[in-house]
């Protein structure tokens, strides 16, 4: 009894943000890796309430939670895959992820196509590649306005409109250190991670996580979350990504901004940084610098202002200080393609050049 009473006094003494360490995230890091990711969580991205959930079930390509949330995945293998030597992979949340929930009603043809020149190019190159529309994880839309754009369309209510969020809560339970949509896309990757784990022809130990603009925020979550993940790749992530906020980039998108377009995306506690970029306690170097000594890409825009390309590449350029400082060579890598927020095949390229020595 006494011992019990002693436990939930240190309970209470550590404070309600620490018993938010619940986070899967938190497993396998050292003591001060641990406080940096307490502070990135509790500030920006949220906790994700569950690690990998025991309902959650695997049916062929597809994931399914709680019988509930069903996500389908799309999974090209290079020729000659075979069990025998399993291929590496590179896992991103595909382009209909910027169709807000709505499906493949939206999936543009030029998207379609862009994604079947992706799938094409890195499977030419030995790799396998698996992607998803991440809006079956959780949409890319606030909960009301998703609700009342489906009614103006007159298309039926799925029975779990929400995804993860009805499953797992973190939305009608919401408080200030709850998982965003970031994080939760993120924990998805991470799902997805663990179904590789499950695939003879995949190798789960040489995998490269990446994503564009709002899903290279979410490849880094993902990357720093889980360090299953080998490589982390960043394209044109911006704030809340791969830019640095303590950077006078005055074209590009501050904490106000993101916060007014997407609230959603982060906890609710990063509101509390609008109009502090030059302040926040921590920047986004820090936070990618967590996937060590893994290895962490970040690729630019030169005309890319929103995205803010030479805040972004003075943040990769100071996690590789920092890693050489530590003895970690060669595990930054950076390009810049010419011209605005894209990702393609010329950045697919420069990247699968890395991977080719690290993956
Ligand atoms: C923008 C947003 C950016 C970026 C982008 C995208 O509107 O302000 O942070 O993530 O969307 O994901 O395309």
């Known amino acids: 009894m006494i011992k019990r009473r002693m436990f939930l006094g240190l309970l209470v003494a550590m404070g309600a943000t620490t018993l ?21 969580l509790d500030n920006e991205y949220g906790h994700a309430p569950v690690g990998r959930p025991a309902d959650m079930t695997f049916q062929g390509n597809s994931i399914v939670f709680a019988g509930k949330v069903k996500v389908d995945l799309t999974v090209k293998l290079p020729a000659g895959a075979s069990k025998e030597k399993p291929c590496p992979v590179i896992l991103m949340g595909d382009f209909r992820a910027w169709n807000n929930g709505m499906h493949d009603d939206k999936y543009s043809h ?36 998703m609700i009342a754009s489906l009614k103006q369309q007159g298309k039926p209510l ?7 969020f009805e499953v797992y809560g973190g939305e009608s339970d919401r408080t200030a250190t709850s998982w965003g949509t970031i994080r939760a896309w993120a924990w998805g990757h991470s799902r997805v991670l663990d179904w590789i784990e499950t695939q003879p022809m995949l190798d789960a130990k040489r995998v490269a996580v990446c994503g564009h603009s709002r899903l290279g925020k979410t490849a880094i979550c993902a990357g720093v979350t889980d360090p299953r993940f080998k490589i ?13 906020n303590k950077f ?23 509101l509390k940084w609008r109009g502090h970029d030059l302040e926040i306690t921590h920047d ?46 060669g595990k930054v890598g950076y390009h810049c393609h010419e011209g605005g927020h894209a990702f393609d095949l010329r950045d697919f390229k420069l990247f699968l050049d890395f991977c080719d020595t690290r993956l």
């Open 248 to 270: 006078k980039a005055d074209r590009s998108e501050h904490i106000h901004q993101i916060t007014r377009g997407f609230p959603y995306w982060f906890c609710q506690n990063y």
């Open 110 to 145: 030029e998207q379609d196509k862009l994604q079947k020149d992706i799938d094409a190019y890195v499977t030419s190159r030995g790799y396998a590649i698996v992607h998803y529309n991440l809006n079956e994880v959780a949409p890319d839309q606030p909960r009301r306005r």
């Open 284 to 329: 986004q170097d820090e936070w990618m610098g967590l996937v060590s000594p893994r290895c962490l890409y970040v690729a630019s825009g030169s005309k890319d202002d929103w995205a803010g390309p030479a805040a972004e590449k003075a943040a990769a350029d100071k996690v590789a200080a920092a890693w050489e400082k530590q003895g970690l060579k």
């Open 158 to 164: 799925p029975p779990y409109p929400y995804g993860v």
């Open 232 to 244: 982390t790749y960043s394209n044109a992530s911006g704030c809340g990504g791969a830019k640095l």
């Open 20 to 40: 938010m360490a619940a986070d899967p995230a938190f497993d396998k890091l050292d003591a001060g890796k641990k406080e940096l990711m307490q502070w990135f």
